[in-house]
């Protein structure tokens, strides 16, 4: 069965630090690998997606993942964190037929002026 | 192109009542999709639509029902509300269904059953 997990409910950081927030994941077969943030009472949207290839992801809002097969992670970074970075982020992985998504708990992103 | 859209944005049902949340997109999108999302468990998937004319069953199926309108168009129905629906309700696209397609969201229903 496909599952991720995100350690971290909350993380704190400081304007202008790089941020990290955490995902792993578990799959049969292949991971195909999202990153999803979500504002206050809006939907989800799309940051990124690892399918195959570089290792290194590069998205929207100039956020980057590394997906790392041995420790079965997809970590999302950014070099230089915004105050309007702030938002629920979610990591999530398409299931092996393509039709289901499976997504995270969330990780609360809060950073600080 | 509005994207994804979603009606109504709120609503408050009593226990018992009945009601239709409606998902509509314009992205010529295959699949369709029903997500329920409450605080420390993300978003878990209800059901989907993987092309017009079929429906399939997710994660949490139990009280709810769906109709694929038409390509553009997928509803969700609760026939008697009760209070573990309370939640925030979002719809999803996305082009084929492939594994290498993202989601498109709407803005979410947030419904109340008391």
């Known amino acids: 069965a496909q599952s991720v997990a995100q350690p971290e409910d909350q993380v704190n950081v400081a304007e202008g630090n790089p941020l990290t927030v955490k995902c792993t994941y578990s799959v049969s077969g292949n991971p195909y690998l999202f990153w999803y943030v979500q504002y206050p009472n809006r939907g989800l949207q799309f940051l990124l997606k690892y399918i195959t290839g570089d290792n290194l992801v590069k998205g929207s809002y100039g956020f980057e993942a590394e997906f790392n097969k041995s420790q079965t992670s997809f970590h999302l970074k950014k070099p230089s964190a915004l105050v309007s970075d702030s938002a629920l982020y979610f990591c999530?992985?398409?299931?092996?037929?393509?039709?289901?998504?499976?997504f995270g708990t969330g990780t609360s992103l809060t950073v600080i002026p | 192109n509005a994207g994804v859209t979603q009606t109504p944005k709120f609503q408050v049902l009593k226990t018992g009542q009945s009601m239709t949340l409606q998902c509509a997109q314009d992205?010529?999108?295959?699949?369709m999709y029903w997500y329920r999302q409450d605080p420390g468990m993300g978003l878990r998937l209800i059901y989907y639509s993987a092309s017009e004319g079929t429906t399939d069953k997710g994660e949490v199926p139990n009280g709810y029902n769906v109709s694929r309108l038409n390509k553009r168009e997928f509803s969700l129905r609760l026939e008697s509300a009760a209070p573990s629906q309370t939640s925030v309700y979002f719809c999803?696209?996305?082009?084929?269904?492939?594994?290498?397609?993202?989601?498109?969201f709407g803005p979410g229903t947030r419904l109340t059953v008391l």
């Open positions: 999803a696209s996305s082009e084929k269904g492939a594994k290498v397609d993202e989601q498109f």
């Open positions: 999530a992985v398409r299931d092996n037929t393509g039709n289901q998504f499976y």
């Open positions: 992205m010529n999108h295959n699949s």
